[in-house]
């Protein structure tokens, strides 16, 4: 189990993908589904399935944990 205090649940899609220098609507490409589906779950207005968190993680290079959990510094 994560320790809370170390560890915030928070979307991390939005950052990812800056620092990975994509667009939501590349992203969307990638994974076959539409702008507005990814846009949704950079916004938080819906949650990917965890089929979906996988394929998020993989086509940007990182893991699934990092796309939901931020290291705080210490």
Not at 2 to 24: A, D, F, H
């Amino acid at each position: 189990m994560l320790n809370s205090s170390i560890m915030t649940r928070m979307n991390r899609l939005k950052v990812v993908l800056v620092e990975k220098g994509m667009t939501q609507k590349a992203l969307a490409q990638k994974l076959k589904v539409t702008p507005a589906s990814v846009n949704n779950i950079c916004n938080q207005r819906q949650q990917p399935s965890l089929h979906k968190l996988y394929l998020l993680a993989s086509v940007l290079g990182v893991s699934a944990k990092d796309l939901i959990y931020e290291q705080i510094p210490a």
